[in-house]
């Protein structure tokens, strides 16, 4: 009997993706406080200042780390666009639209992939930006200014990006998280969201 199921992400894929959120999440709670003087008290979450610049650092290093292992790991499939993905885009994924649409999807629709270019670009922008930040006194004063301006531009950016990833990905498209969180997915599902993606894997 065929299971109602299809892999779609391996244990590997699923651990490294939490770590990458997990440094993300720490970055923005330690971050706040630097980012502006109203979040100053969520220096208290990491016991201060000092300590929340630590953590910050740190949670910096290994986010700048993992997160471009995760984009290399799925380089070829984010930054491969056809026709289908264009057609996706033109009509912005069905999401403005009022009558149900259905695209021919891989593993990753248009929005995904660009998603998981604006975050390997947002990498590079806040690990770049942050050398400049940890050791200000070494670097010229512009380089530092600029840097700040990129980095506290970037870290919005990302947040924005990241709250609609993961709406998209719970709420707005129910049984999408399952994938994230067990591996699986539903075999309905990645007919109706991903059949060019299904096809493939079950051989259909």
Do not use: C
């Not at 910096?60 to 996706?88: I, Q």
């Amino acid at each position: 009997m065929k299971s109602r199921y299809v892999e779609r992400f391996r244990t590997k894929e699923r651990v490294l993706h939490w770590f990458v959120t997990a440094a993300f999440v720490t970055l923005v709670l330690s971050g706040l406080g630097l980012y502006s003087r109203l979040f100053t008290g969520w220096f208290n979450l990491f016991g201060g200042g000092p300590n929340a610049i630590l953590f910050h650092k740190g949670a910096g290093v290994l986010f700048f780390v993992s997160s471009l292992m995760l984009f290399l790991s799925h380089r070829k499939e984010v930054t491969t666009f056809d026709e289908d993905d264009r057609h996706w885009i033109t009509k912005r994924g069905g999401y403005l639209s009022r009558e149900e649409e259905h695209f021919n999807s891989g593993k990753f629709n248009a929005g995904q992939k660009l998603f998981g270019l604006f975050i390997g670009a947002a990498t590079v922008a806040l690990g770049v930006s942050g050398i400049f930040i940890w050791a200000p006194t070494v670097f010229p004063r512009a380089i530092v200014q600029l840097s700040l301006f990129l980095h506290g531009l970037t870290f919005v950016l990302s947040v924005m990006f990241v709250v609609v990833h993961v709406y998209l990905a719970s709420i707005g498209n129910p049984g999408t998280l399952e994938g994230m969180l067990y591996g699986h997915v539903r075999r309905v599902w990645a007919k109706k969201h991903h059949p060019k993606w299904y096809r493939e894997v079950a051989g259909e």
